[in-house]
Nanobody, 124 residues
Framework: QVQLVESGGGLVQAGGSLRLSCACS????????MGWFRQPPGKEREFVAT????????YYTDSVKGRFTISRDNAKNTVSLQMNSLKPEDTAVYYC?????????????????WGQGTQVAVSS
């Protein structure tokens, strides 16, 4: 069983930065691909970024490329999302997810475990 706990959300002005972290319980963290998804107000959950088991492969949705960076620390069982140059349209609840596969996936249905989410609000 895997439990995921996100932290680092908050309110920030446009152009600012936030760093989200996700702590993962369980001894097999390094066997999971990890991802970040978000759900804007009134919209469906959408893919943001994913990272393979060893950090060697990363994918981002087009709207965050060049602004967001996903990373992981397998020794600490954590995955992070550094978000720079934030825009009001980045406002959403951000979710950390773990996929029981070493390889990345951009599809929500490919993930087996989800955190509770952390709110990010970007003011204009």
């Amino acid at each position: 069983q895997v439990q995921l706990v996100e932290s680092g959300g908050g309110l920030v002005q446009a152009g600012g930065s936030l760093r989200l972290s996700c702590a993962c319980s369980g001894r097999t963290f390094s066997e999971y691909a990890m991802g970040w998804f978000r759900q804007p107000p009134g919209k469906e959950r959408e893919f943001v970024a994913t990272i393979s088991w060893n950090g060697g492969t990363k994918y981002y949705t087009d709207s965050v490329k060049g602004r967001f960076t996903i990373s992981r620390d397998n020794a600490k069982n954590t995955v992070s999302l550094q978000m720079n140059s934030l825009k009001p349209e980045d406002t959403a609840v951000y979710y950390c997810a773990a996929a029981a596969t070493a390889y990345t996936t951009v599809v929500a249905s490919g993930y087996d475990y989800w955190g509770q989410g952390t709110q990010v609000a970007v003011s204009s």
